[in-house]
């Protein structure tokens, strides 16, 4: 008999164990932890890690692709630039010509228009004997030498400066470079702007300028193919091959889009003097990574979440 008393004694321990262990899952409520970890009555295998977790995890995936197309439509739409004057000494495509304030190098002569002129007449004109330097200065048969300047629209450029090293295989990163791109390629071609692709891992890769649509389908049919991930990382060499395109054209404005996956450090010196030289302005998109140093350099600064699909 005395075998019974242990067995009841075991059973009422277990019964109010059970009780106890009920109680604290009401009062506590359900678990803070989501996805499940997989214990309990959903162990490995339950419904609820293949269904509720499977569930879950679409849903990250989809709010992430929410996420990486927004930051490219937020990206695409901040490409503005202000309309300013380019003026040239030198006739320039599209441009029009009007007298300069100053001497420059585009000289011609005209009649002048009235006495007050009579500073600039030809010395030709000067050395005539008085009966007739005075009949020509009164109906301003005279010439006078004219400077011409040439004003048009300033050229506007975005430097989009990529990274396509090896690491950019990783995480679909290329292929939201690419779509980014892409987007940004219309965009200039849609509001008169130039747009100039520097493709850069530890070297110059390519650079390709868009200057209107056919240009612009040219590149757009060969992107995979020109970001191709393989190499190194060097974004010193590709941000001062930026400056230096933006200082040899001489636009209007430029505006320097930086994308990398954060794995390179930079030249902060280098970068700051040259930007403030220049008047550029840089916007660093660090995906599936992160730099201070950029950050700080930047005058936009996004980093994207990428490890995940």
């Known amino acids: ?40 009555e959903n162990g490995p295998g339950g419904d609820l890690s293949g269904g509720e977790e499977g569930e879950y995890r ?99 450029a975005l430097i989009a400066v990529v990274d396509a090293s ?9 292929e939201w470079a690419i779509s980014l791109v892409d987007q940004l390629i219309g965009r200039c071609v849609k509001i008169g702007a130039e747009m100039i692709l520097i493709v850069y891992t530890d070297t110059i890769r390519e650079v390709s300028e868009v200057t209107d649509q056919q240009s612009a389908d040219k590149l757009r049919g060969r992107l995979a193919r020109a970001l191709h991930p393989l190499g190194g990382t060097d974004i010193n060499h590709a941000l001062a091959e930026a400056f230096r395109i933006a200082e040899e054209k001489g636009f209007g ?7 990398t996956d954060g794995t390179a450090g930079v030249n902060g010196k280098m970068v700051s003097g040259r930007l403030k030289e220049l008047n550029c302005t840089l916007h660093t998109v660090c995906i599936g990574g992160d730099l201070e140093d950029l950050r700080k350099l930047s005058s936009q600064y996004d980093s994207l979440e990428m490890n995940e699909d």
């Open 1 to 40: 008999m005395e075998w019974l008393v242990y067995l009841a004694a075991a059973a009422a321990a277990a019964a109010i164990g059970w009780l106890l262990a009920k109680r604290k899952a009401k009062r506590d409520g359900p678990s803070s932890e989501y996805p499940p970890n997989g214990t309990g």
């Open 58 to 156: 679409n849903k990250r995936s989809g709010d992430l692709r929410l996420r990486k197309n927004e930051l490219i439509r937020r990206l695409v739409d901040s490409i503005r630039f202000v309309e300013t004057e380019r003026v040239s000494d030198v006739p320039i495509p599209g441009s029009e010509p009007r007298e300069s304030m100053y001497p420059v190098r585009d000289i011609s002569m005209r009649p002048m228009r009235g006495i007050q002129e009579w500073r600039r007449m030809s010395p030709t004109a000067q050395l005539l004997p008085d009966e007739q330097f005075y009949a020509g200065l009164a109906v301003n048969s005279h010439l006078v030498k004219e400077y011409r300047q040439y004003v048009g629209k300033a050229a506007n």
């Open 166 to 174: 090896g690491s950019m295989e990783e995480f679909g990163r290329v």
């Open 253 to 259: 404005e430029s505006k320097i889009l930086l994308v």
